[in-house]
Nanobody, 116 residues
């Protein structure tokens, strides 16, 4: 049974930082592209960042470039999202996704709220 479990969300003030983690089990993690998405109330889910299976390539949404960093540890089957200089506009539920060819798995999401 595949499981993706996100953690690390919470309430943070503008300008603060959070580090999200997504621990995977039940799948050959090192063969999957891993991504972080987010969905704010009333908005569609959007891609935030993605990382290749080997970790050698990453891409980011324009809105988070220079502030967020995606990384992975294949030995621990975990993907991370370091979020710095957080803004109220970053408030959303953050989801991790594992993708390979036509197979996708999603985590349950973790809430990030940026507010003073």
């Amino acid at each position: 049974q595949v499981q993706l479990v996100e953690s690390g969300g919470g309430l943070v003030q503008p300008g603060g930082s959070l580090r999200l983690s997504c621990a995977a089990s039940g799948l050959p993690f090192s063969t999957y592209i891993m991504s972080w998405y987010r969905q704010a109330p009333g908005k569609e889910r959007e891609l935030v960042a993605a990382i290749a299976s080997t970790g050698g390539s990453t891409n980011y949404a324009d809105s988070v470039k220079g502030r967020f960093t995606i990384s992975r540890d294949n030995a621990k089957a975990t993907v991370y999202l370091q979020m710095n200089s957080l803004k109220p506009a970053d408030t959303a539920v953050y989801y991790c996704k594992a993708a390979r060819i036509i197979t996708n798995y999603w985590g349950q999401g973790t809430q990030v709220t940026v507010s003073s």
